[in-house]
């Protein structure tokens, strides 16, 4: 079976694209009414919240192992998420990569983006709500 996930690969985006990507992008979260109160009341500290999400982006598309966390359990101890926001996230991802300019970018990180929300959404689903059965991110209408 083929892997659905791209190699990471140092060579096809630079550092300054994924440090844009990621501003770019959260720069659209915060504004966003369903996006911005969350993001705006668990981020403590912006500057170190950047640091660890273009560390992380890095890693997901270059293979650079700078970053260190846990995104499942971060996700799971947020309340009240549910799979519209999941979507929204991804919809607002997917509109960053497309002005970003690069299409092999811009393919590279939505297929990861489209995974990792499916893997949040799904493990989220399985601790909140552990005696029903998870119901899959629907990311194509994202």
């Known amino acids: 079976m083929q892997n659905p996930i791209p190699e990471p690969n140092l060579s096809l985006y630079s550092e ?7 501003h770019d992008f959260y720069a659209k979260a915060r504004k966003d009414p369903d996006l911005g109160p969350i993001f705006e009341e668990h981020v403590i500290d912006w500057d170190a919240h950047f640091v660890q999400m273009t560390n992380f982006w890095s890693a997901q598309l270059r293979g650079t192992s700078r970053f260190r966390g846990a995104p499942m ?11 519209d926001l999941f979507r929204r996230w991804l919809h607002l991802f997917r509109e960053t990569t497309q002005e970003i300019g690069n299409p092999g970018l811009k393919r590279h990180a939505d297929t ?3 995974f990792i929300a499916g893997r ?13 059965q998870p119901i899959e991110l629907d990311i194509e209408t994202a």
């Not at 300054?16 to 990621?22: D, G």
């Not at 359990?73 to 799979?83: D, T």
Request: proline share 9%; aromatic share 8%; glycine share 6%.
């Open 120 to 132: 949040l959404w799904m493990g989220y689903q399985m601790s909140h709500f552990p005696q029903q």
């Open 16 to 22: 300054e694209e994924i440090s844009r990507l990621v």
């Open 112 to 114: 990861v983006a489209g």
């Open 73 to 83: 359990p971060k996700h799971i101890a947020l309340p009240e998420l549910n799979a």
